[in-house]
Every structure is written in structure tokens, then in C-alpha cells.
């Protein structure tokens, strides 16, 4: 142990940009992983990111470098994620180290997260190299991205790298430059002071436990140590710790400056808190590290099961799931139109598809999810504030005094050519307001807004990349709540209410949301024997209406005098298609219809 020669660095960027690649091909270069277990994105353990080319979780890894000064260092590199989503954990994982790779690709330019990033990594006063990747591809631009960057964020442009994550390109330099600019972790403490490590992940193993991913900063911690966790004070006995080599590789110690792994008997993942400080039962420190937050989600909507029936195997897929992800959330709730069920909440919108995708995936169970709604707040004439995640829970106008939504803070990154229709479509379309602009190089400016979370979370991304033909990226972060005008539409299916379809608009917007919605699901409920009449209902009144047409002939009517298997056949791809559909009033409501909110425009 010498931890002159550690190195603990993130990579940062912006999704897509080459992290998982650029980490591969280190792995190769400095022979860190048998050559026959090597797979493309090795850092990429859970299948849905490799399917979808995406980091979700944080997986850290050590690797040994040789440097031609002669030492051998110890790299540690944690691999953050890039979606918007996720930016807490960026934050975390930044928080572990002493150094950042800034990874741009050459061939995109700045967009919005390598910004965002960037300046979480100097918040958290991080040493930068900057490196422009893909320059194998025939269309990068390192001069023009190098422009952006010195712009943007003001680095000192002889100081950027350019590699290529995918020929190798530049990367062995690029290690040499981390091992020479970024600092060694010493000066935050040493393995003689109090124990002071960070939390910056936390994963449930089904023989371990809860598997705590820490940076050690003071102190040393050795199996049969006991340590506190600072956030709840509890105490737990470490039972076994080690490092990622890049596989967990048990060890006898962890020392100031290094990262690695602790099992300590921990059952719920809500007691490891990611950002929390650990320190020693016997002798602990007075204060944790600075800048912990609880996460608190920002999106929440129904779950229900595809067949009524299955509501415990669902209750327990979620409970399993919530063990490996803390910022999952879930309540039992009632829906008279959809039965037992869960309201569960999301940091976002892929934070809720990667869930539902796992239930269905890891536990087989179909699903229905009712459209996601962000949390409103009201204030209630008899002066108590209620937080409404639900619109089905929207108080009786009468007994509300006032309505205040969230707002976010909006950063798009666009070439200057479509600032016109974005401008639009943030302030007209979505009642945003306008800030001001920026430039960055000669391609791009910085457009800044303030805008209703609940404008974001649906459609704006796909109109942002319709518009500006997939060249701008946003990103964006909480900032307050604000009085607005809101009302609740509810939608009747066959004169019934359907709970579960119901939503929050502003007033400006109401009426035209509620005539897209009944057309939206005239579109997707399926024909039935009968006429279906869709209504919407505000302000005590219908104030959108459709009506799907009833079928002119029988299903089974094709078949009369048909081959019985044939007709067996449709009979049974009905009763599957069944499964993701709720009866109410007598109609068959699919899954997608739920998500009508979602799909309209
Ligand atoms: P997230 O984890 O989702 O943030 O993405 P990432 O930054 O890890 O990106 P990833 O490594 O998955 O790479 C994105 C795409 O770019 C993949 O299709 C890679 O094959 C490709 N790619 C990465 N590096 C290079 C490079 O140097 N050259 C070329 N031509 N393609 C690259």
C-alpha cells in the first residue's frame, strides 16, 4: 500500500460518447482482464444496458498501470452514468475521486451532460483532462470541439487529448497523463487518522447482502471492524471487503485513498445510503463528508399487474428490485378501476421504463403502467399543504385555496440554425420562459430556460431531437415550486370513470389535451360488440368527446364453417392479448391506452 501511487478517477460524459469503450479498451492495454472473459463493454453488467448501449449503475474497477516513469500505479475508475436521470450518482462517484476524464466525442461536439458534468467535477474540485474521442471516424472535428470546450467550460486547449476508444488510439498517453496531472489521494487524509469513507454505490447480492462500494479517505478499515453508518447512526461488523480487480477480489484491508467493496451484515438497501459517510463505532468521527442528499423522486406513476392475480408476485419482483436501487419507490394503492396495485416513484422517465422492463424481463410478469404524473402540491382553503402524486387523488377544487407545480432549470445545446422553432416549442408549446443564450465555437449556442417539470418529462426530448434533426441536447434540474393554474381532467370510458386515465393539466392546456387524449384512446381501445362513447370531464362538465365504432361483424364470424384449429388459434391469441387488459364498463382497456398521456401529438 503506497498511496503516492494511486490514481482514482472518473470518466465523464455525455450518453454515448465512448465511456464504457474507452474503459474496455484500458482493461486491454494494461492486461487487467483474461483475454477469453473479455466481452465488448465489460462495464456493462445488467442486460438491459447492453441491450440499450446505456450505463445505469456505477460499477467501479482497479487496473495496475506501468508507467514509463518507472512506478507502477493503481487506477481506480469509476464509471459514472451519463443519463440525466442519474445525475446524483454522477455527483457520488465524482465525490470518490481526485480526477476526472472529460470524454467528448469528436464527431458530436459539446452537448448538454458534458457540461453539466463538467461542472459537477469542479464543484467537486476535480483535476480535468479533457480528451476529444472517435477521432478515428472520418467526420470528428477535434478543432472545432476543442473551440467549444475552451468556450464552454474555458480549458486551456493544448492540454486536450484525442484518442480512440475503439482503434486504442492515444490511450495509453492518456493513462500516462493521469498518472502524471492528477493528484495522489493523499492530501485528503491518511490511514493513521479517524476512518472517514464515502458510500458512493450500494448493490443487494442474493448470498451477501447489501454490498456497500466505498472510498476510504482517513483511516483504515479491516474485516471485524465496526463501523457506523453516519446518516441513521446504526452499526454493523464488517464481514468481508476487498477491491474490484475488475471482479470482486476479496482483501485484508481497505486504507485511506483507496476504494473497494464492505459486507457488513446490511439488509436494507435504505440503510446504505449512497453519499453517506461511514466511520468506526469505537472511535468516530464528528462530522460526515459534506454534500449528502436523500434523492427523492420526481416522477410517479401506477403499476399494476397485467392479471389481477399476480398482485404478490408483484409485490414481491418490486421488493427484490427495490433492494437494488434506492431511488426506487413503491406504496400499495387502490384503483377501483384497475384493483390492488402500486404507486411507485422514478427520477425520470428511463428511470421508469428500466423498471418496468426488469419486472417483465427478470420476474416474467406482465404489467400496466398508468401515465406518470410529476408531484404537484396544493394548498387547501382549511390552510394544510398536501403533496398529490396521484391525480386520482387530486383534492375538490372547492376545498383548494392554491396549486403549485415544480419547475426546472433547462439547458439546451444546439446549433445556432434551430434556436428559432426550440425557443418555440420551450415557450409556447411548453410554457417555459426563455432566459438567455450563449455562445460556444462557431457551432453552437447555449440556450437557458425555466420551465414546468411536467412540460419535460413527456415529450419535450423527442421534440428537441425532431427539431434540431438529433443535434441538440438538453439538460435539466430542479429549481422550485410555483403557483399555477392547474386542473384535473378525468376520462370516462363507456360513461364509467376510469381513475387511472385521469390527469393534471394546466387550464391553458386542458381542453386540448383532453380532445388529444379521447382520440388517443379511440386509437387504441380495440373495437368492441357495441358502441364505446370516450369522454373527458372538467370544470363540471364533458369538454372532449369520441366514440369508437362497434365491430360490423364477429371475430369468429370469419371462421364459421372454418378449420376448428384455425379457430382455436384466434380464440387463444385472444385470451393472451387479454392479459395486459383491464375490463371496465364491460370494455377491454389495453395496457398502451394507459399511456395514452404519453403517445398523443
Ligand atoms: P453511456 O454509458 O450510455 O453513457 O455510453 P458510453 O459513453 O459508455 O458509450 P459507449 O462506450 O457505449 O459507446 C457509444 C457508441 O460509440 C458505441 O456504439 C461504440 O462502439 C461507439 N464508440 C465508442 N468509442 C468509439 C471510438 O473511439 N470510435 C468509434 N468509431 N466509435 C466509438
Not at 456493462?44 to 514509463?68: A, C, H, L
Not at 518507472?70 to 440525466?84: A, C, F, S, W
Not at 462557431?442 to 443535434?471: C, Q, T, W
Amino acid at each position: 500500500y503506497n498511496p503516492e501511487l494511486i490514481r482514482n478517477i472518473s470518466i465523464i460524459a455525455h450518453i454515448d460518447h465512448g465511456k464504457t469503450t474507452l474503459v474496455d479498451r484500458i482493461l486491454e492495454l494494461t492486461h487487467s482482464i483474461d483475454e477469453r472473459k473479455m466481452k465488448d463493454q465489460y462495464l456493462d453488467m445488467m442486460d438491459i444496458e447492453r441491450e440499450r448501449g446505456i450505463t445505469i449503475k456505477s460499477q467501479p474497477v482497479k487496473i495496475y498501470f506501468n508507467s514509463k516513469d518507472g512506478n507502477k500505479y493503481e487506477i481506480n475508475i469509476i464509471d459514472t452514468p451519463g443519463h440525466v436521470d442519474f445525475t446524483y450518482e454522477v455527483s457520488r462517484s465524482l465525490a470518490a475521486c481526485e480526477g476526472a476524464v472529460l470524454l467528448v466525442d469528436a464527431s458530436q461536439g459539446v452537448e448538454a451532460q458534458t457540461v453539466t458534468n463538467t461542472y459537477l467535477a469542479i464543484e467537486n474540485d476535480l483535476e480535468i483532462i479533457a480528451a476529444l474521442n472517435k477521432i478515428d471516424l472520418p467526420n470528428a472535428n477535434p478543432e472545432e470541439t476543442m473551440l467549444e470546450l475552451d468556450d464552454l467550460i474555458g480549458l486551456d486547449v493544448d492540454s486536450i487529448k484525442t484518442i480512440s476508444g475503439k482503434t486504442g488510439e492515444g490511450v495509453e498517453e492518456l493513462l500516462e497523463t493521469i498518472v502524471s496531472k492528477i493528484p495522489p489521494p493523499t492530501s485528503k487524509g491518511t490511514s493513521k487518522d479517524k476512518l472517514k469513507a464515502l458510500i458512493f454505490d450500494a448493490i443487494y447480492d442474493r448470498y451477501k447482502g447489501i454490498i456497500i462500494n466505498t472510498r476510504v479517505f482517513s483511516g483504515t478499515i479491516k474485516k471485524g471492524d465496526k463501523i457506523k453508518l453516519m446518516a441513521t447512526g446504526k452499526d454493523y461488523e464488517v464481514i468481508e471487503l476487498g477491491i474490484f480487480h475488475p471482479e470482486m477480489t476479496e482483501s485484508d484491508s481497505l486504507s485511506a485513498g483507496e476504494v473497494g467493496y464492505i459486507v457488513a451484515g446490511i439488509k436494507n438497501i435504505e440503510e446504505a445510503k449512497v453519499g453517506d459517510t461511514i466511520t468506526s463505532s469505537l472511535d468516530p468521527i464528528s462530522k460526515p463528508l459534506e454534500g449528502y442528499q436523500e434523492v427523492k423522486p420526481m416522477v410517479y406513476a401506477g403499476l399494476y399487474p397485467g392479471v389481477p392475480d399476480y398482485y404478490e408476485e408483484l409485490r414481491k419482483a418490486l421488493d427484490k428490485l427495490k433492494l437494488n436501487d434506492a431511488s426506487f419507490s413503491f406504496i400499495p394503492e387502490n384503483s377501483p378501476a384497475m384493483g390492488f396495485g402500486f404507486r411507485c416513484g422514478f427520477l425520470g422517465l428511463l428511470h421508469m421504463e428500466v423498471i418496468r422492463e426488469r419486472i417483465e424481463r427478470e420476474f416474467e410478469l406482465a404489467v400496466i403502467l398508468t401515465a406518470p404524473s410529476v408531484v404537484y402540491k396544493a394548498k387547501l382553503r382549511n390552510s394544510e399543504i398536501v403533496e398529490i402524486n396521484n391525480p386520482a387523488e387530486y383534492p375538490e377544487p372547492d376545498s383548494i385555496d392554491k396549486v403549485f407545480e415544480p419547475y426546472a432549470k433547462l439547458e439546451i445545446i444546439t446549433p445556432p440554425e434551430y434556436m428559432g422553432n426550440l425557443i418555440n416549442l420551450a415557450q409556447v408549446e411548453k410554457r417555459g420562459e426563455f432566459l438567455s443564450v450563449s455562445n460556444a465555437g462557431k457551432n453552437r449556442v447555449v440556450l437557458h430556460f425555466e420551465i414546468p417539470l411536467a412540460e419535460l418529462i413527456f415529450d419535450f426530448f423527442d421534440k428537441m431531437k425532431a427539431i434540431s434533426r438529433g443535434y441538440a441536447s438538453m439538460d435539466y434540474e430542479f429549481l422550485d415550486y410555483r403557483q399555477s393554474d392547474l386542473i384535473k381532467v378525468k376520462i370516462l370510458v363507456n360513461k364509467e370513470p376510469v381513475d387511472a386515465l385521469s390527469f393534471i393539466a394546466h387550464k391553458s392546456k386542458a381542453y386540448e389535451t383532453a380532445r388529444k387524449v379521447v382520440d388517443k384512446l379511440q386509437d387504441l381501445i380495440p373495437k368492441h360488440q357495441f358502441e364505446i362513447p370516450v369522454q373527458g370531464y372538467a370544470d363540471g362538465r364533458i369538454i372532449a368527446r369520441s366514440t369508437i365504432k362497434a365491430f360490423r361483424k364477429d371475430v369468429l364470424a370469419k371462421c364459421y364453417g372454418g378449420d376448428i384449429t384455425r379457430k382455436m388459434k384466434l380464440l387463444e391469441k385472444q385470451k393472451a392479448g387479454k392479459k395486459k387488459m383491464r375490463e371496465i364498463g364491460n370494455v377491454n382497456i389495453p395496457q398502451d391506452a394507459f399511456l395514452a398521456l404519453l403517445r398523443i401529438n
